[in-house]
């Protein structure tokens, strides 16, 4: 009985670092109406950046399923089309001049 209670501790410990790891990344949530007509570009140019940076590193994490990497991802790219959206309804710019800004490659990143 004491062994498995060792290995219930372990796999708590295990499980519980994995979590730290994703708590690590920036949580992604829905931007408020408030945020996003005071939007501007370097806010949508800094969103794409981080959806990139998560993109690249939600695959690596370990110890959790792979629909909350997915959903960790996915949200981080609806607040930067929410952003880009709001530009091009409010502020009238068009999806080409919102596309030429781009963001460097995170450190360790392909291209």
Do not use: N
Not at 27 to 48: G, M, N, S, V, Y
Request: glycine share 4%; hydrophobic share 45%; net charge positive.
């Amino acid at each position: 009985m004491h062994r498995l209670m060792r290995r219930w501790l372990c796999l708590l410990l295990f499980v519980a670092g994995a979590s730290a790891s994703a708590q690590d990344l920036v949580e992604c949530k829905r931007i408020e109406h408030d945020q996003l007509i005071a939007a501007t570009q370097e806010t949508l140019l800094f969103l794409r950046c981080r959806a990139r940076q998560v993109a690249y590193e939600a695959p690596r994490l370990k110890g959790v399923s792979q629909r909350f990497k997915d959903d960790l991802m996915f949200a981080c790219l609806d607040q930067a089309d929410a952003v880009e959206h709001q530009l091009r309804v409010r502020h009238g710019y068009s999806r080409e001049a919102l596309a030429r800004q781009r963001c460097l490659a995170p450190a360790g990143a392909p291209g």
